[in-house]
Each structure stands twice: as C-alpha cells, then as structure tokens.
C-alpha cells in the first residue's frame, strides 16, 4: 500500500510540475528567469517542472504569484486546455504588428490543415522535423 501512495505522489507532482511549465511558458519566462525570480537555481525549477521535487505550499504560493495565477489554478490536473494554449500564443505574439499576427496566424492555420491531412507515420516526421527546427 505504502509503494502505491509514493507512485500517486510522484504521479501527482510531474502533473503539478507540468502545469507549471505550461504556465512559465505561457508567460514567456524561461526556467532560468523564473528561477531567478524565485532566488533559487535553474535546476530546482527543472526538478519541480519534471516532478522530481514536489513544491512545498509556500513555494507552490510563490510560482502562483510569479506566474499570475491563483495556487489552485496549479492542482487543476487535466490536459491544457484551449484558453492555456491561445495565452501562450497571445504572450509571445503581444509585441508584434497586427500584419506580422495576422501572417503567423495564417501560417498556424495553414499548418494544422495540412497536418491534419496526414497519416501518424508522417505526422511524426513532421513534429520531429518542427521540433528540431524550433
């Protein structure tokens, strides 16, 4: 019983650590930037991220407020959803001109419809190659 409350927890910990980073990543910092905010090293950002280190509630605290979110906002286990995904997107697009959105939105678009056409065999290709390349 013991052995299977340590693997929930583990379990627990990588999906709060991948909140965090879709968060930290929606918010355009790097693992570094948020680390330094935090005054503590990149690595320990890295391990909360992967679950190796489950955050301590103060800590959770200090990410939400980093990351402007509420603490519960972090303990919301599911996928990303949408509303995570256009965020991430509009973060990164907020410094562009209209033009230049409006041309990056198009290439997403275009993107995804050829992407969808695919088989999975080749869709992997595809997400290796982008992968590389980004």
Do not use: W, Y
Not at 59 to 64: D, G, V
Not at 95 to 120: G, P, R, W
């Amino acid at each position: 019983m013991r052995q299977k409350e340590l693997s929930s927890e583990k379990q627990l910990a990588r999906e709060v650590g991948g909140i965090i980073a879709i968060r930290r990543k929606a918010k355009g910092l790097t693992q570094a930037q948020l680390a330094e905010q935090m005054d503590i090293e990149k690595e320990s950002v890295s391990r909360i991220e992967t679950g190796h280190i489950a955050p301590s509630l103060a800590r959770l605290a200090q990410i939400a407020k980093l990351l402007d979110c509420e603490i519960s906002d972090l303990l919301k286990i599911s996928t990303p959803d949408v509303s995570d995904q256009a965020l991430a997107l509009m973060n990164r697009m907020e410094d562009l001109s209209e033009s230049q959105q409006t041309i990056l939105l198009d290439l997403f678009a275009k993107v995804a419809l050829a992407m969808s056409k695919l088989n999975i065999k080749d869709r992997k290709v595809v997400e290796k190659f982008l992968g590389d390349i980004l």
